[in-house]
């Protein structure tokens, strides 16, 4: 089944003469169950179209559809609740309440949902396990290691059972003995059904992906 179709999506940023196309027309398909890799050199628009396929930024123009919905055709306020629902983002920074613990940052996205919470506990400690952090659920994030950190992010990506994963240079921040971790964590889950796509531009972690695709000068390849 396809999950994501993207038709002639364009991006440009900036105005007048200092306006810079740098997504032309992207044709792209995802299919259920795929673990995606974008790769390509640092410019070359992988980002910008993975916060597109996420909902996350506003192209020129093109269409974006997921499960049938096409997202930049609803509303900014029902794009966002789709986008909780459908979608889990995990960055190479992170992105953890410093002053939250572990458990409660794996939570934060349920916060905004009818989830009774006790239901939002339970699933936070399920994920924390399985993400290999128990024992560390009341920790706050500057008292985990790097890994361990990303881990927390990965939980928290998943919390809302989302149909997608989206990744931004998970390792990018971690050492490569750590980051080969991450990757497997991210081949595990793949096989356990879930969609992947993820950006890198390190060559040793294109061996877990399902699918490559290779951007340049905002195309693929
Ligand atoms: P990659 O992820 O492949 O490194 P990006 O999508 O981050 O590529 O960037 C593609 C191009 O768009 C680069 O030239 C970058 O400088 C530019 N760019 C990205 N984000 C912005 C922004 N918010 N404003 C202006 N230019 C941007
Ligand atoms: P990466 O390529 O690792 O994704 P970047 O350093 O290209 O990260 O971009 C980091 C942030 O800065 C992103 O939010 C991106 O949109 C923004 N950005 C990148 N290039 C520019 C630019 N030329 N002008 C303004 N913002 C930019």
Do not use: C, W
């Amino acid at each position: 089944n396809t999950l994501v179709t993207t038709k002639k999506l364009r991006k440009s940023y900036g105005h007048g003469d200092n306006k810079v196309e740098v997504l032309h027309d992207i044709d792209l398909t995802i299919q259920e169950g795929e673990f995606l890799a974008l790769a390509g050199p640092s410019g070359s628009g992988k980002s910008t179209l993975l916060t597109l396929i996420g909902g996350l930024n506003r192209p020129d123009s093109g269409d974006l559809i997921i499960d049938g919905i096409d997202l930049y055709r609803l509303p900014g306020e029902q794009r966002a609740d789709f986008r909780r629902e459908y979608i889990g983002f995990v960055f190479q920074q992170f992105h953890l309440m410093p002053y939250l613990t572990a458990l409660e940052n794996v939570m934060l996205p349920l916060a905004v949902t009818a989830v009774p919470a006790r239901e939002q506990r339970r699933r936070a400690q399920e994920l924390l396990e399985q993400m290999g952090l128990s024992g560390r659920e009341r920790h706050l994030p500057g008292q985990l290691s790097g890994g361990e950190q990303e881990r927390v992010a990965i939980a928290r990506a998943l919390i809302n059972k989302p149909a997608l994963i989206l990744a931004d240079e998970p390792t990018g921040a971690l050492d490569s003995q750590t980051g080969e971790q991450i990757m497997d964590l991210f081949g595990q889950l793949n096989r356990s059904g879930m969609t992947i796509v993820m950006v890198t531009h390190n060559p040793d972690h294109l061996n877990h992906a399902s699918r490559i695709i290779h951007m340049k000068d905002g195309r693929l390849r």
